[in-house]
Antibody, heavy 118, light 112 residues
Framework: QVQLVQSGAEVKKPGASVKVSCKVS????????MHWVRQAPGKGLEWMGN????????IYAQKFQHRVTMTEDPSTDTAYMELSSLRSEDTALYYC???????????WGQGTLVTVSS | NFMLTQPHSVSESPGKTVTISCTRS????????VQWFQQRPGSSPTTMIY?????PSGVPDRFSGSIDNSSNSASLTISGLKTEDEADYYC???????????FGGGTKLTVL
């Protein structure tokens, strides 16, 4: 049974950084391509990027190119997404998601709420 | 770069059929596969359709997907609507140019 378990909610001040974790169980992280998707309150899904093992690095959406870093720790099967220079518009639920069985995002974490407020 | 445009909301009665469209702004809709996700309030999204028209095991055959080259759009059709189908639905595809994945803006389905 594959599970993605994310870290708990965070409250950050504008300008700070946040690092969200996503621990994989039931599978080996290095065999997966972990994606990060966010959803602002009452808004739609927004793809942020993914770690692409086939290309040996991360692909980021242009909007986040200079502020996001996606990394992985194979020793703990944990993926991380760090977003810097936070602003109020970054308040959102952040999901990790990955294709496992299907060629689609068929497994999702439970989401991590990041609130940016002064 | 392209965008995927969905209607903001649709509504239909139980037992009826509804179709949600997803129009690609540039490039052919057939260039990259389209997936459809269902998201109920307070829950993570789940895959309803992948590779344009394939249904994961466990998804009722009331759900079907298709693409239409003439309108450059993908569609999710739900037949025999049930109140439990009330949710937000998102299409998703891939941009070869920048290797980005992207979602449509989402459609709120109301079954009343």
């Amino acid at each position: 049974q594959v599970q993605l378990v994310q870290s708990g909610a965070e409250v950050k001040k504008p300008g700070a950084s946040v690092k969200v974790s996503c621990k994989v169980s039931g599978y080996t992280l290095t065999e997966l391509s972990m994606h990060w998707v966010r959803q602002a309150p009452g808004k739609g899904l927004e793809w942020m990027g993914n770690f692409d093992p086939e290309h040996g690095g991360s692909i980021y959406a242009q909007k986040f190119q200079h502020r996001v870093t996606m990394t992985e720790d194979p020793s703990t099967d944990t993926a991380y997404m760090e977003l810097s220079s936070l602003r109020s518009e970054d308040t959102a639920l952040y999901y990790c998601a990955t294709p496992v069985v299907l060629p689609a995002l068929d497994y999702w974490g439970q989401g991590t709420l990041v609130t940016v407020s002064s | 770069n392209f965008m995927l445009t969905q209607p903001h909301s649709v509504s239909e009665s139980p037992g009826k059929t509804v179709t949600i469209s997803c129009t690609r702004s540039s490039g052919s809709i057939a260039s990259n596969s389209v997936q459809w996700f269902q998201q109920r309030p307070g829950s993570s999204p789940t895959t309803m359709i992948y590779e344009d028209n394939r249904r994961p095991s466990g998804v009722p055959d009331r759900f079907s997907g298709s693409i239409d080259n003439s309108s450059n759009s993908a569609s999710l059709t739900i037949s025999g609507l049930k109140t439990e189908d009330e949710a937000d639905y998102y299409c998703q595809s891939y941009d070869n140019n920048n290797r980005n994945w992207l979602f449509g803006g989402g459609t709120k389905l109301t079954v009343l």
